[in-house]
């Protein structure tokens, strides 16, 4: 058998094997393995013709569709990284990225003219759309002319294993995007040992939810692709209308799902779970923020015949850790995020990088084959990001240091006790953001919470929680605050609670702190 | 109940500033609004129209476009009369 090192290959070696199998689907759409290696060469012979060079830097422009996996593999087979712009962010964000990697050419779909007209406007890099033709005096071409491209005369670009494959750009905590870039490496080794950790198959048919810019979605366009299964791409409108989700989930016979907890704690509230058939679930994911546990338990007594794994990786790593939960947890104590998988080796550091002592808490520092290269255009923060341990003179390791604190359990599970900057100094005490939000959450009728700290002086910082009743109930803001003093140390005790009935979050589902915090200074809440 | 839907969704929800919203486009699909406002605009169809989406009624066939909220909303008003 052939060696796979980079990510065309998997395509390659699908439609050769089997190749009217179904790659990717989209509710009425859908595309087998040889029409997605062929389609893909049509683009890449396009972008080639185009003059891009290995390395270029391609945004990918478009919502949820089945288009999505021609421009990725696409991009790749030219030899360039693929870079996913999210549709749905601020234009002047959008212009940050595109300026920032330098894309002079853009993939997209009909459905995104308006916004293309609006980026168009502007002074950019940009020479050329692919997938719509515009009025506008950049060249454009549409899909169907790509797909009658001739692919004679296509010459396959020489892309080594240590190319660049993607830019995934997260906002920064200073508000400037970061672009995590990936090579093929990376993302094939990611997809290896996903492979290896949970088992898939040729006949696993994965749910994907994520939007291109996350890194979640690795799993149905990289994961999938290697052991020959069908990802169906979950739409747009279904991810803002639960019932429905739960209804495409049944019907599409999805065997492995992997989200953010907010979406099954959606899908757990619809009210749908008795009502659909299910039984084709076998895998259920989730990673991105803490599962809290009433949620997870009542989950797992819903879906008794699907395995509940906990996985965790900031996007730098993509992945590295992973906890299969055994049954339903007994208790409401947090779930580890368990042990390194493949490839993986970690260290848990103190504050001036050395080794804590053992079970003590510290951050945790990864070293992966699934590592990123380094943020693009960002020397700086790669250096700061990255810990090095010289082994030899002229030999180190490099790990990523990933911000997040955690401890060793006495079974020698790592748990997740939160974000290293969710640590505060509040008059002289430490005080664990993560924890108060944690307690907050054993109250009953407590949906979500978020606990920040307002105020710029020391002097006059304070303690802020927003609540997320369940729905129809009412919580007694004096009980609230009683149970708040009972259970937590005086100075950690929150000065006010309001209540939300939503939280604006992040584009990848995530409650923005944030967000919630310019309410509260601007007293919108 | 149209042209309240139309106002709470051009001056509350949008994402883009946009001119006008027409009944037949979809809400959900386009990013017009994103998942907090849809939270948003249930809450304002409960007080509204006086009814009751339960989570179950939660589907694109209810919520796609403001056309298919109006159908909804009248069918519910219905039933909810005869139960009375």
Known sequence: MKSTYILPQLLESVANASPQSEAFRYLEETISYSDLHRKTEQLASYLISLGINKGDRI????????????AVYGILKAGAAYVPLDPFTPINRTHAIINDC?????????????KIDNLLNEQNSIKTIIGDTIRNTTESISWETIFSVSTDNFEAPNILEQDLAFILYTSGSTGVPKGIMHTHYSALSLAKIAADTYGFTSDDIFGNPAPLHF???TFGYFVAPLVGATTVIIPDAHLKMPASLSALIAKEKITVWYSVPL?????????????????????VLFAGEVFITKHLRAL???????KFSNLYGPAELILCTYYHLPE??????????GNVWSNTEFKILDENNNDVNPNEPGQLAVRSATMMQGYWNNKLLTERSFHKVTIAEGYDHTYYKTGDLVKLNPKGELLFL??????IKLRGYRVELDEIELTLLRYKDVEEVAVLVLGKEEEVQELAAVVRPAKDACINLTYLMEFCKVELPSYAVPKTIEFMDDFPRTSSGKISRKEIGKLLEENQI | MKEKIVSYIKNKLVTESIETINIHEDLLGSGLVDSIGMVQLVLFIETEAGIKVSPEEMTIENFMTINHMLRFIASKQNTDTKQI
């Open chain 1, 300 to 306: 797992m007594n819903q879906w008794p015949h699907a």
């Open chain 1, 215 to 217: 890194d979640p979605s």
């Open chain 1, 328 to 337: 339903p947890p007994k208790t409401d104590d947090p779930i580890p995020i």
């Open chain 1, 59 to 70: 945004g990918i422009y478009m919502n949820r569709c089945l288009e999505t996996c021609i």
């Open chain 1, 418 to 423: 939160g974000r290293n900057d969710r640590q």
């Open chain 1, 263 to 283: 979406m099954l704690i959606q899908l757990l509230n619809s009210g749908t779970l008795s009502k659909n058939d299910f039984s084709s679930l076998r895998w």
């Open chain 1, 102 to 114: 330098g894309i002079t050419c853009l993939v997209t779909t009909p459905t995104k003219r308006r």
